[in-house]
């Protein structure tokens, strides 16, 4: 009976990680928009340069695949968990607006007595309107939905366009130059206010975004928490910019005999990373 119990009490610890992980790239309401501070009048002026060269960038793209790496650090109480996984993300904008999907393997462990490594799949989809999150792991498949906001689009017209976004959240910061792998990217930091934090990942204080100077694509998303320690982060290489993508894959049935759940409001895992 008790390592029934301890069975359940596992596959429900690495359930609420593996769902946590899964949205993570689900896109959400930005919080309000906090009172902007005065800027450093070059600082700001780099800033805007930067976010117009990503966002002119971006412009010229349909369509976008790469390898995600995930990997998150999870404390729920005095349980602690963790995660590493891989997968293939692919976005394509169909009438004006982006769609997704993730397909991903995830591997968990925890602190919790007898839970040891446990595997997840996880599947998540944008059809456009709606967000559908499919985890399945020991023998159990779960599927759990939400909308789609309608401000969920990361790109912009123009840098003011896309600073007036990220200041949603908080202040943002262009930071030093630097390279994910061979691809040197702009690095935006962004100081969350009180009110994002309530969305953000539990006790993260600050987000890193790093876009790929040749295409304007984020390639990276990091949440830190107060000791500057990492959080989560999804990275993204082995980019493909405009490959043929099928638009039925942005669409999604759930498998048969599978209930499909109204995903809750509330503290959401990590920042939108979408590309």
Same mark, same amino acid.
């Given at each position: 009976?008790? +390592? ?42 780099? &800033? ?8 002119? +960038? ?40 982006? +769609?997704?999907? &993730? ?6 462990? *925890? ?5 040891? $490594?446990?595997?997840?799949?996880? &599947? ?17 498949? +779960? ?26 959240? *908080?202040?943002?910061?262009? &930071? ?49 928490? $107060? ?49």
């Amino acid at each position: 009976m008790a +390592r029934a119990s301890m069975g359940a009490t596992r596959r429900g610890a690495v359930l609420i990680l593996a769902c946590l992980l899964c949205t993570a790239c689900s896109p959400r309401e930005p919080a309000p928009a906090p009172e902007n501070t005065a800027a450093d009048p070059a600082a700001e002026a780099a &800033l805007i340069a930067a976010l117009d060269d990503i966002a002119e +960038r971006r412009q010229s793209i349909n369509s976008v695949a790469a390898t995600a790496e995930l990997t998150a650090n999870v404390a729920m109480g005095p349980v602690a968990l963790t995660s590493k996984g891989s997968g293939q993300m692919e976005s394509m904008r169909i009438d004006g607006t982006w +769609r997704f999907r &993730l397909e991903a393997m995830n591997t968990m462990s *925890g602190t919790f007595p007898g839970m040891g $490594d446990a595997s997840a799949k996880m &599947l998540t989809v944008c059809d456009g309107e709606v967000v559908y999150n499919e985890v399945t792991m020991m023998g159990t498949t +779960r599927v759990a939905k939400r909308a789609r906001p309608e401000d969920a689009d990361t790109s912009a017209a123009d840098g003011q366009a896309l600073l007036a976004k990220l200041r949603e959240s *908080g202040d943002v910061a262009l &930071l030093p130059d630097s390279q994910m792998g061979d691809v040197p990217v702009y690095v935006l930091e962004v100081r969350l206010s009180p009110e994002a934090r309530e969305k953000a990942p539990p006790n993260a204080v600050r987000n890193e975004f790093s876009f790929a100077k040749d295409s304007g694509i984020r390639v990276g998303a990091v949440s830190y928490d $107060d000791e500057d320690k990492p959080l989560m982060s999804l990275i993204y290489s082995e980019i493909q910019i405009n490959p043929a993508l099928d638009p039925a894959r942005f669409s999604y049935t759930p498998p048969e005999g599978v209930e499909v759940s109204e995903m809750k409001d509330g503290p959401a895992p990590m920042p939108s990373v979408s590309f």
